[in-house]
């Protein structure tokens, strides 16, 4: 059973920036794809951004061009840098391992095998 483990949300303003980590308690994500999702309140569970096991990316249209998730395969973390931060990227953030080597956000939650706990993001204006 991998566990992931997500950090670093909080408070920030309009316009500001934050990064998560994702901690995987093995080595995962040299081998598997990892994701990061959103739910704001209220809202479904949306599909943010992607890494595959080779370095490729995948990121939803909403957040391409403001947000990079990247990797540290030797500490077992993924990381998403997020900027220009807007309230409506409210949400608490959640890292999931893909099944297998790729996930692209049109994948779906049958490509997902395991979810962290999520972490609060909050972006006051």
């Known amino acids: 059973q991998v566990q992931l483990v997500e950090s670093g949300g909080g408070l920030v303003q309009a316009g500001g920036s934050l990064r998560l980590s994702c901690a995987a308690s093995?080595?995962?994500?040299?081998?598997?794809?990892v994701a990061w999702f959103r739910q704001a309140p209220g809202k479904e569970r949306e599909f943010v951004a992607a890494?595959?096991?080779?370095?490729?990316?995948d990121y939803a249209d909403s957040t391409k061009s403001r947000f990079t998730i990247s990797r540290d395969i030797a500490k077992n973390t993924v990381y998403l840098q997020m900027g220009s931060l807007k309230p409506e990227d409210t949400a608490v953030y959640y890292c999931?391992?893909?099944?297998?080597?790729?996930?692209?956000?049109?994948?779906?939650?049958?490509?997902?095998?395991?979810w962290g706990k999520g972490t609060l993001v909050t972006v006051s204006s």
């Open positions: 093995e080595h995962t994500f040299s081998n598997n794809a």
């Open positions: 999931a391992a893909a099944r297998g080597p790729y996930y692209s956000g049109s994948t779906g939650d049958y490509g997902i095998n395991y």
């Open positions: 890494i595959n096991w080779n370095g490729g990316t």
